[in-house]
């Protein structure tokens, strides 16, 4: 049985993470009717690594995220908004060139990518900034 006094320990530490986590925000969105993690992150200019990394809550699949929902797009010093949407028979390679950037920079800012850059999707927002954020 929850006492009260538990209870109200649960909110406060309930509280606590969200306000620290909030803090660290450097900016949020709204999830939309029909968004899938990767429209979202299209919409926002953010990577769906990104996306994932700044609320560790979203599921593997992205099936726990509800229309209304406000999440945290970019963690501070960790915040990259200038993507690209990856389109069907794209590589790794293609897509640093088109940005500018090298293939090792594209890589090391999103690190879901494998080396091989044999993982990647269409849709997935990939972060191609030439800076390198510290993930």
Do not use: H, W
Request: proline share 3%.
């Amino acid at each position: 049985m929850i006492t009260a006094k538990r209870l109200f320990s649960v909110v406060v530490i309930s509280v606590f993470l969200t306000v620290a986590s909030a803090q660290d925000c450097s900016r949020t969105g709204t999830v939309l009717e029909d968004d899938t993690c990767d429209k979202l992150s299209a919409r926002e200019s953010v990577s769906t690594f990104q996306l994932a990394d700044a609320n560790p809550s979203i599921n593997a699949a992205c099936d726990n995220i509800f229309p209304d929902e406000i999440l945290c797009l970019g963690l501070e010093g960790k915040d990259c908004t200038t993507v690209t949407v990856v389109q069907s028979g794209d590589t790794c390679s293609a897509i640093a060139s088109a940005a500018g950037i090298s293939v090792a920079t594209l890589l090391a800012n999103n690190p879901n990518v494998d080396g091989g850059c044999s993982n990647i999707y269409p849709d997935e927002v990939l972060c191609t900034d030439s800076q390198i954020f510290d993930y």
